[in-house]
């Protein structure tokens, strides 16, 4: 084949390209890289043996991570938050979702600029005031009261987002389906919702994230060990003045595993949620 | 689909059942604390009481310190604290609590049977529980609150980098000093690091030395407003940092340096001395078990007086005073700062005790630090404190001194135009 300006430019194109997208995977894989290599170290090593792979992997360390982290417990309860907290938005802002947009009441707008707003406040500003409802309420150190509370922190970017998506559904499948018999319950079963599907694989992924990764509140919230979600066990390596850093890696890459395989089962819904808003039905 | 939906409800039904708020039992004890690296021998020594006296101690670990601050003044402003906790803020806020009821006054289980508690423990650690007469938080004298640990800063020294340089003799005095660091600088050794990139540390150097120069008296009179920055006096304080700049005693980059930094270098053997914290001890056992080290004073400037390092209580725990099982908590207190109890803290955390009998429990660098606890100071037993800006002001002209960008005159001034400026805000 000869080489003529185009394909050369071509060439310089695609390396340029490939260099670009090499480094942007590097620089998000290697973090990643750095935790579990530190993971399989000591305490005394981390610090002085700078090679990539450590002459000897310390495998005990998951081991006690697992066992002085009480992950079994953490983990089981970090599933059952973010299972029920993930449903929770899920159905509240769908439903609210579809309500701001197409349902007509009075002050719809002033409600949902209100949700909106909600965003702005900063968790750690509405701590006292969460607390004391939540004693009032006999929710304090209570799953449910956890639940509720953290679906509510996810309610107003989700509604956000699914509103956003329902405007832009054509009126006329919404048309169709009530010529077909549809009432309102049953167009946004059987309409809105799957047409929604990739605007809900966003906000299952970032809401999972979200609950997963959270502690602060668990920790405002729940006094009980056996209620505390798995962010609570990596806090026992972390201490004031002493970090058990091998074990802390291990605990963060047992902790990353569930995320990651989430994550890899919706990527194909994310890619199209984000890149599908415009062209709905 | 029909899977996945039996398994959501399951899942949801599991979160609702049985999860109710339970009601406190009578017979229990409930102490909430933030002290990760503690926890198991608390709970060892929990599980020992309640064989012992029948009463449960309901311990719950709340990490970080941060956390635990906000979920103490959640609940305190909700009145359900747990019977024990701890208050991690300002003298000034551990007064609010007290005058709104939610803190004990121990005063009189410290001073009963001749005393015998309060002599018991180190005299500087009760001291930041303790309320004198007339205090500037107006809160009722006495005792509120009782310690577990204590702490002090000292400088320790490498002594195997000492020897390399030819040092035979820890200095005691800042000439001393800065005939070891030159000794030092000629084997290619870093002579000293600290976190000094986080202002408590810088502040607390400084103190010590303004102590030092000057005594207590002139350094409040200071903060009253009576006695100027510019000063010469403390000059003389701020010069300490130009003058160990200049002779290269500084690691590199030491005033962006965080203090589990600055622990590494020294644990590594970077540098050969160190301004840290008795709780140093666990952080460099677990870097390097090797390391060969020892404790000292910060070499003073003026032989007449003793150089007052910052210390005193490292963990204080303080009974809920509208709590149902008052009693039964101080009696608890008392037991866990008993002697056989604290050694047994001590022992198995490298924790200084506070109770000064129970110091034959301790490591040989841990027992130097102890010899030290008496010579200790601290701002929350001040009788007053600086202007946090004017501190600000303070801290950041040393680290601009360190870096040479400004001399300890100019900061000086600088910092006596925040204090005059903050005057008449007071004033006002």
Partial sequence: MRLNRYILQDICKNTVLHIFLLTVTISCLFPIFWMVRSSLMTNQTIFVDHSFFPGQLNWQNYAEAWVKGRFGIYFFNSIIYTVSVVTGIVVVSSMAAFAFSRLYFPGRDLIFYIFVAAMMIPLPGSFVPLFVMMNKLHLVNTRIGYILCMINVGLSLSILLLKTFFDKMPSDLEDAARIDGCNRWQIWWHVALPLARPALAVIVIYNSLNVWNEFILANLLLNDKTLMPLQTGLMAFNGAFQVDYPVLMAGLTMTAIPIVVVYLMMQKHIVKGLSSGAVVG | ?428
Avoid at chain 2, 23 to 34: G, L, M, Y
Avoid at chain 2, 122 to 141: H, Q, T
Avoid at chain 2, 346 to 369: K, M
Wanted: proline share 4%.
């Fill in chain 2, 1 to 428: 689909m029909k899977r996945f939906l039996t398994f959501l409800c399951g899942t949801v039904l599991l979160a609702a059942s049985g999860c109710g708020q339970a009601s406190k039992p009578a017979n229990q004890i409930e102490v909430w604390h933030w002290m990760t690296d503690r926890h198991e021998a608390f709970a060892t020594l929990a599980r020992q009481y309640e064989e012992q006296t029948g009463i449960k101690i309901k311990l719950e670990l709340f990490a970080p310190s941060d956390t635990y601050t906000q979920k103490i003044t959640a609940a305190a402003q909700a009145n359900v604290l747990p019977d024990l906790y701890g208050i991690l803020d300002k003298k000034s806020i551990v007064g609010a609590f007290i005058k709104a009821g939610l803190v004990a006054d121990l005063t009189a289980d410290f001073e009963a049977n001749n005393a015998a508690w309060e002599k018991a423990m180190y005299p500087k650690a009760l001291d930041v529980m303790r309320f004198s007469a007339g205090n500037i938080d107006e809160v009722k004298p006495g005792i509120y609150g009782a310690p577990l640990d204590v702490t002090n800063i000292q400088m320790v020294y490498n002594k195997e980098l000492l020897k390399k340089a030819g040092i035979t003799r820890v200095p005691a005095t800042f000439d001393d000093f800065l005939a070891a660091i030159d000794a030092l600088k000629r084997v290619g050794v870093a002579p000293f690091v600290s976190g000094f990139g986080e202002m408590w540390i810088v502040d607390c150097f400084a103190s010590n030395y303004a102590f030092n120069i000057m005594g207590q008296d002139k350094v409040m009179a200071t903060f009253r407003g009576e006695v100027k920055y510019t000063d010469p006096d403390w000059v003389k304080v701020l010069t300490i940092f130009k003058t160990l700049a200049d002779r290269g005693a500084f690691i590199d980059g030491i005033v962006t340096k965080g203090n589990k930094y600055a622990e590494q270098d020294f644990a590594l053997g970077r540098a050969a001395f160190a301004f840290n914290g008795s709780w140093c001890v666990n952080v460099y056992r677990d870097m390097n078990p090797d390391l060969d080290y020892g404790v000292a004073s910060l070499p003073a400037m003026d032989q007449s007086r003793p150089v007052r390092s910052w210390g005193g209580a490292g963990s204080s725990l303080v009974v809920n005073g509208n709590s149902s099982n008052k009693d039964k908590a101080i009696a608890f207190l008392k037991w866990l700062t008993a002697k056989e109890q604290q050694a047994y803290f001590a022992e198995t955390t490298n924790n200084l005790p506070a109770n000064r009998d129970a110091g034959t429990a301790i490591s040989p660098v841990l027992a130097e630090f102890s010899r030290l606890v008496e010579h200790t100071t601290h701002p929350s037993i001040w009788p007053l404190n600086e202007d946090p800006l004017v501190i600000e002001a303070f801290d950041k002209g040393i680290q601009a001194i360190i870096i040479g960008d400004k001399t300890p005159v100019e900061i000086a001034e600088q910092v006596q135009s925040v204090k005059e400026r903050q005057m008449k805000k007071a004033a006002k």
